[in-house]
């Protein structure tokens, strides 16, 4: 269990010794410098953290690269040059690579790619890469921003195509359009605080999902049910980490999570289907923190999603909570006519677990019943028990999503306080209020320290290559 | 020979459709002339659900403030809100580009160019774009900055906007109503503050929040420009509908419930009391308690307040709203509102109604009308001073000299 033992190498391909392989790819220049500041972060205690790779056909640009490992890509292609802005020359350079690149990828259970789709390198070789990384057998998560508008529509076009073409090669694309990003790093942001904070949110989710594999928990969250949660996830796959300390921390964290831009403030989380949540904690972290915070979580899902949860102990989060959501939304398109020979290719070459074959027909069976439930099915939150369409005059009607709560079911029910049966004698009225201003004036400290939070870190932008 | 010119202010809001004639004198003072109104159908949080009730309404509306005016009317001004209404503040800067280094209107309307080029997605269109102030060549504050001297001028803009489409429901549901024609579209939020403040008020810093059927919208102003704006879909209807599901009854008479005996102040003779709409039998009816009807209404409008009280937190203005809080719209009449905003805000809270324009005062001195006449009140500025009279000898002049 104890992560910092890597001696037995042959153990990693264990999941139940919770010693997975996680390999960092940043490709083209945005990715490289999302791998920079993953490798500033990870520097002085997490050596033995996720394995990372700068990738880049711009051997200048490599070469200012703070990562250790760099990967110089299709010298004979582009001379070190980079890619100029083509696709084509990005794709062709990777494919002049790709024994070096399967040589780096095999064995890694879980690859991350980082890229800026605007541009040549970033654009064209990170779906090939991803073809490859699912080939070696990997779980392959793409964390990757779409260039801003003023560049340019042909910059644009370019990066949409290439998100679709890594849609199909990768279990899970979070994507983000720079232009939101820039509105949500706030008006007075410098473009260098933007980048930086964008660049932060990356390493933090990677850094929470390898901690969340590799350190002891409470309750196991093992790299299957990531698997599970994420593998061919292509339509919508956001997330949100969020941090609390005190007494409270458990609540600010998942108010902070939710309220995190990447979840386009909780719309997204309320059409989600599968949600997973890992929480890392001290070893004061109690059980009351953990139903707090999957509680908050499940109350702002509206479709009664699956939700698989985590713990993980970690030394360094004494009084401190941090804790990850990530949502999917199930697919809409057809992309699992074209996923489906791929998955099981894949699986049948990397079944390096024995549970992973347990876990397949899961995972396989799972799409085509959320493609099959028609959208207007709404599950209505079982714990109301309330017999009536709980929103009344507003059940046709798009729903008011604030912060992730939809705020047209009435606030008494939301809050779960008691107005009595009109025809008994009810309870004490005074009472309950002072009991509901309560709940509410703690929620509202709550979220003013989440806004902080919130704010040192987790709005974000990336550099386009 | 007086001149004038009628400048229409039209609100297509959840519970009412308002019509607003405003007459614009020669002096430039606005008076209102005529108000018509009818109750909403087909209109869900601001926006139309159901266009062809609306058009009635609209017609109505239209129709009894012509009559009330004695004028026909053709151009309007439309409010918009709803959900899909967003804001952001941005600062766009542009080398001065004028003759001898001197900012001409060109470079003004670059750098307000320049200040939106990133924000706004595509199927958004620009609502407002509110400039606070200028900044030339590092001296900040300067209000107009044509004629001065300077290498490079940036400006501080705040833009409100919303979703084409979704605006132009409104558009055409005016449109419908021949022979009206839509100017442009006013924010209602914006509107509101536009009536309610006084220009001091602007400067001091001050916070409108128009809770109305559907939604409510909320401005911020301070030193005379507009920071922040925005719209939580949650209003009057939402503690109509939160009634009517706490207490098993139907709309209609929760609503009534609402208005004759709610509050959103508790008290200890609440307890235990029964009520009933007025001119309701009681036989046969389930029982009401007062204190249940208002911890219900209390829960909403405590919520719906805390959530614009962070969005002022959260827009950093907080602490710079020197004149305090205004609350306009049909909430505005809830009882104990004011109260419980001053406990919420911790900022002194006053009922706002139209401040600036002569006219039928007396009536029109109520929050819900404070959208409707600020629309015209934008109409009037949109439209600008009325071209200054000539004089038939000046005429007769500029036939023989043309410039």
Known sequence: MNPTDSTVQENAMSVREKRVRILVLGVGGAGCNAADRLADRLRPDETNGPHLVAINTDSHALS??????????GIKTTFGLGAGGDPAIGLKAA????????????????????????????????PFIAKLARDAGALTLAFVTLPFEFEGDRRNEQARAALAELKRETDAVVCVPNDQLFQMAGERATVLDAFRMADDLLAEGVRSIWRMLTKPGLINLDFNDLRRALEDRHDETVFGI??????????????????????????????ADTILVSLVGGPDLTLADIQSAVSTVRRKADRNPHIFMGTAIDEDFKDRLLLLVIASRGKTGNGSAVTN???????????????????????????PVKSAKPKSLRAIQPSLGLEVNIKGRFDKVEPTIYHGEDLDYPT????????????????????????GQQNRSRSWQNTVAAGGSLAAGHACARRAV | MSRSRIVVGLEVGTSKVCTVIGEQRDDNAVAVIGVGECPSRGIRKAEVVDLDTAIQCVHQSVQAAEESAGVEIRTV????????VRSFNSRGMVPVMGENGEITDADVDAVIRNAMAVNVPLENFEIHTLCHDYNVDGQDGVQKPQGMRAMRLQADVHVIHGV??????????VQSVPPLIVNSMVFNGYAASLAVLTEEQT???????????????????????????????????????DIAIGLKLPLSRAERLKVEHGSVQLDESMKGRAIAPSGELRIGTSVVFQDQLCTIMRLRVEETLQLVKQELDDSGWGAFIGAGVFLTGGCAHIRGIKELAAEIFGLPVQIGTAQTVMGLTTPLQRPEYAAPIGIMLEGVKRLGPLPKRQSLWEMLRNIARPT
Do not use: W, Y
């Open chain 1, 64 to 73: 200012s690269c703070l990562v250790s490992e760099k990967f110089q890509l």
């Open chain 1, 95 to 126: 494919q002049e690579d790709r024994d070096r690149l399967a040589e780096l990828l095999k064995g890694s259970d879980l690859v991350f790619i980082a890229a800026g789709l605007g541009g040549g390198t970033g654009g064209g070789a990170s």
């Open chain 1, 242 to 271: 969020g941090e609390g300390q005190g007494d409270e921390r458990a609540a600010i964290a998942a108010d902070a999570a939710l309220k995190s831009p990447l979840l386009g403030t909780g719309q997204i989380l309320a059409e």
């Open chain 1, 341 to 367: 020979p791929l998955p099981s290719e894949r699986d049948l070459a990397a079944a390096p677990t024995v549970e992973k074959n347990a876990t397949l027909p899961l995972a396989g069976s799972q799409p």
């Open chain 1, 412 to 435: 008494f029910l939301r809050r779960n306080i008691r107005i009595g049966d009109p025809n008994d004698r009810p309870v004490v009225a005074g009472e309950k209020l002072s009991d």
């Open chain 2, 77 to 84: 001004f439309a409010g918009v809100s709803g959900s899909h």
């Open chain 2, 164 to 173: 084409e489409s979704r605006a132009q429901n409104i558009v055409k549901c």
């Open chain 2, 203 to 241: 400067q001091l810093g001050a916070m409108v929040i128009d809770m109305g059927g559907g939604t409510t919208n909320f401005t911020v102003h301070v030193r005379g420009a507009v920071r922040h704006s925005g719209v939580i879909a949650v209003g009057g209807d939402h503690i109509a509908n």
